[in-house]
């Protein structure tokens, strides 16, 4: 079974969810030329997933609603919280 499913809903299979989603979504980030490489890779892995979150809620609700079902809106999470937890 894929982790990835249980990040938002717990107990996928036992549920009989009717789809599985996998949307990868990719952001291109840029910094001055005196940022610490330390410091850009933290802001690309907090700030980055903030501003890119928003883009990929948007294109699931789209996606599904295309797929002639109820669409399906992610919860607001708290990003830092979330990838930290999640390291």
Do not use: Q
């Amino acid at each position: 079974m894929d982790s990835a499913r249980h990040l938002i809903w717990d107990e996928v299979e036992k549920n009989n969810y009717p789809f599985t989603l996998s949307m990868p979504i990719l952001g291109f980030f840029s910094a001055d030329e005196d940022m610490e490489a330390d410091d850009f890779l933290t802001m690309c892995k907090y700030n980055g997933a903030s501003i890119l979150f928003p883009f990929l809620r948007s294109a699931i609700a789209d996606v599904t609603k295309s797929a002639n079902i109820t669409s399906l809106t992610l919860p607001l999470i708290n990003v830092k919280k979330f990838i930290d937890d999640k390291s």
